[in-house]
């Protein structure tokens, strides 16, 4: 099987499945965030005040489009369906599964989303972004799982069962 790369919103668990997965899996297990933050010698929230949102973004995608894995589980950032040559590399090394959580949902577990270095648009409330998004993550998806009521157990039993 080749790599696996998980899409969605902040907060839909990429980091904390992707390396539960990887370890049932007996694959490696990479978070983009971290890749980003390794290259830049700098913390996401850093980047993101430094740079600017667009300069995050084109950072974000010349990093996913670099990565090279083998029999990997890759969690990105949830920024990531904004850079074209991303997505493109990652649709060619892996399957793209999206972790899709409403927005009913999302918005109960996300805390202060300036904490976690959202990159929001000035003015852009959360229901924006999402709406903005879900177009992203589905178009770029292989495989949909939907979380809706499910705990962290059942979401990875059903990607799983899904592979
Ligand atoms: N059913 C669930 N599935 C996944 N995570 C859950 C679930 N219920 C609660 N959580 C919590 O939601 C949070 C998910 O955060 P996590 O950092 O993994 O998200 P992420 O998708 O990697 O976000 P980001 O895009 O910001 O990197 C964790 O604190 C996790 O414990
Ligand atoms: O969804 C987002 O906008 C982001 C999610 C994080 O994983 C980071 O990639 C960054 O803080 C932006
Ligand atoms: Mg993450």
Redesign the pocket.
Same mark, same amino acid.
Do not use: F
């Given at each position: 099987m080749k790599n696996i790369v998980l899409i $969605?919103m902040? $907060?839909? =668990? @990429?980091? +904390?499945?992707g390396v539960i997965l990887a370890k049932e899996l007996g694959y490696q297990f990479v978070d983009a965030?971290l890749l980003i933050q390794e290259q830049e010698k700098r913390l996401l929230k850093e980047i993101i005040s430094e740079e600017g949102i667009e300069g995050f973004i084109a950072i974000e995608n010349q990093v996913n489009a670099s990565i090279e894995a083998d029999r990997t589980v890759i969690?990105t $950032? =949830?920024s990531v369906v904004y850079g074209k040559e991303a997505m493109e590399h990652l649709g060619e090394i892996a399957t793209v599964i999206y972790l899709k959580l409403s927005y009913k949902a999302l918005r109960k &577990?996300l805390g202060n989303l300036k904490n &976690?270095g959202v990159v929001l648009r000035d003015g852009q409330t959360l229901k924006d972004l999402y709406e903005e998004r879900v177009v992203l993550y589905e178009k770029y998806a292989d495989i949909t799982i939907d979380?809706e009521n @499910?705990?962290?157990e059942e +979401?990875l039993q059903s990607i799983i069962d899904t592979l």
């Open positions: $969605g902040p $907060g839909v =668990g @990429k980091s +904390t499945i965030d969690a $950032g =949830g &577990r &976690r979380e @499910k705990n962290l +979401t």
